[in-house]
């Protein structure tokens, strides 16, 4: 079992001030796979002191400082990527593959992003009577979900170091094996002493003390609304820039054509990946009416043909992240059955032949945009079909949601689905499986603020400096 006991703040290994410890629990076999400390006020105090004092010689390096760093961590994450695979398979059950595929690999490329993007960034630009200048806001607060976790640290950590914030980070509770690793990386790598900085433990507790701390200057947080709601209401008495990225209910629209099982099938499948605990899951997935009994037919065929199972084995699907997870995701299916949807595949309890281990059934249902299972963020592997007239009702629905992170349009007649995305309220929309490094991604409504991802992530961690007369 892994034991990562230790924080990393200045440059160095160190005991938490109060000894306290938490195991995390690899959900495939509900048995202990890492302890980790459990930090205090204490501790966070004292990385953002490592960060404050380590912010004015790293605010002013240069670009090729900043580059000749990024590149060394990113040698370092290479031969050290089997390592982090197979942290992220223990400590939230994603399937081997997927693991050391998608995952890993998104941390990979946000790192390489975060050199393009920094080679080309001008951060002094003349513009007429003044010069505009970026500069970094400072020391960073970083926290982190669990269900994508180099992901959604990569995309924080890199572009911070590239515009030449400081930051401490607070990896989940719940998935930290992969962040205590990624310290080791940065370390190995040579990040200058008070940099970077990691404390482990609640968000109760480490996330309240950065987001009401006096010398952080920004938080950047991934996870629930309700916890950024209140990250925000933290962070209001200090005036600190707040960047949130939250739930979503995101819609997949499947247009009419001869494509439709096969886009309806490949909607449901990838619904599925991760256990479906991604933020921008296509969890609502839009269908002609005039077609849905064919829908009904390929969405039941791959839903029921995804198979779930040992992360360490050959299964498209493992487990969700823990107990607390499991109990939601069934309660929710219970609701869709006590509301009247058409339950299709999946249902509730394990799947059969799994007695242990935290697995949910790939679930659909046929029902309306105005049930509960069709307006609130489920997590998991439960996906809804709602029937549309035409175009216009599709887009319709689609926006009729409290949130708006993710959208999807998939067919063949291009025109029109460029038509339709561009009438969805949501902040990013993949056309045909489109994907892009360099996309910005995050929210309208209640899916949060700002924008990560590519240069305009970098924005998130910059202030805007005008010298007029220059």
């Known amino acids: 079992m892994r034991e990562y006991l230790k924080f990393y703040i200045d440059g160095q290994w160190v005991d938490p001030v109060e000894p306290k410890t938490s195991d995390v629990i690899n959900p495939a076999t509900e048995e202990p796979a890492g302890r980790?400390?459990?930090?205090?006020?204490?501790?966070?105090?004292?990385?953002?002191?490592?960060?404050?004092?380590?912010?004015?010689?790293?605010?002013?390096?240069?670009?090729?400082?900043?580059?000749?760093?990024l590149k060394s961590i990113q040698a370092e994450y290479a031969r050290r990527q089997p390592e982090l695979g197979e942290a992220i398979m223990e400590e939230m059950?994603?399937?081997?593959s997927l693991a050391n595929g998608f995952h890993v690999g998104l941390g990979a490329g946000h790192l390489q992003t975060a050199i393009e993007v920094l080679e080309k960034f001008e951060f002094e630009q003349a513009r007429g009577a003044h010069v505009l200048r970026y500069e970094p806001i400072g020391v960073c607060g970083l926290i982190t979900p669990w269900n994508w976790p180099m992901n959604q640290t990569c995309v924080k950590v890199f572009p911070a170091l590239a515009t030449g914030c400081t930051m401490i980070l607070k990896p989940p509770q719940l998935a930290s094996l992969s962040a205590h690793i990624l310290a080791e990386i940065l370390d190995a790598a040579g990040v200058p002493a008070g940099v970077f900085n990691l404390v482990?433990?609640?968000?109760?507790?480490?996330?309240?003390?950065l987001s009401k701390h006096e010398d952080v200057d920004m938080i950047s947080f991934t996870g629930s609304e309700p916890v950024g709601v209140q990250i925000q209401k933290d962070a209001a008495d200090t005036v600190k820039r707040v960047g949130l990225e939250l739930g979503g209910k995101s819609p997949w629209i499947v247009l009419d054509d001869d494509q439709?099982?096969?886009?309806?099938?490949?909607?449901?499948?990838?619904?599925?990946?991760?256990?479906?605990?991604?933020c921008s899951?296509?969890?609502?997935?839009?269908?002609?009416n005039s077609r849905m009994a064919e829908a009904i037919e390929a969405a039941t065929a791959a839903a029921n043909g995804v198979s779930v199972g040992d992360p360490r084995g050959n299964f498209a699907m493992g487990p969700v992240v823990s107990k607390g997870q499991y109990n939601v995701i069934q309660e929710y299916i219970q609701k869709g059955l006590d509301e009247g949807a058409q339950l299709i595949a999946g249902g509730l309890g394990r799947p059969e032949g799994l007695d242990k281990g935290w697995y949910v059934k790939p679930t659909v249902f046929v029902g309306t945009n105005d049930m509960v299972i069709a307006r609130e963020e489920i997590f998991g592997p439960v996906l809804v079909i709602i029937g549309y007239d035409d175009?216009?009702?599709?887009?319709?629905?689609?926006?009729d949601s409290p949130f708006g992170l993710g959208g999807y349009v998939t067919g063949s007649d291009v025109e029109l689905a460029r038509s339709i995305a561009r009438r969805m309220r949501t902040g990013a929309i993949w056309i045909n499986n489109g994907f892009d490094f360099h996309a910005p991604f995050g929210g309208y409504k209640r899916s949060g603020n700002g924008r990560e991802w590519g240069d305009y992530g970098f924005h998130e961690y910059l202030e805007i400096k005008s010298m007029i007369g220059f």
Do not use: H, Y
């Open 36 to 69: 980790i400390s459990m930090g205090t006020a204490a501790d966070v105090n004292k990385a953002v002191a490592a960060a404050r004092k380590a912010f004015p010689s790293w605010s002013q390096t240069s670009k090729a400082e900043r580059l000749e760093v």
């Open 93 to 96: 059950g994603a399937p081997s």
């Open 200 to 209: 482990q433990g609640s968000g109760s507790v480490i996330g309240t003390v």
């Open 260 to 278: 439709l099982a096969t886009n309806v099938a490949s909607a449901t499948a990838g619904m599925m990946g991760n256990s479906g605990q991604t």
């Open 281 to 288: 899951a296509g969890s609502r997935l839009l269908v002609p």
């Open 391 to 399: 175009a216009d009702q599709a887009v319709e629905i689609a926006n």
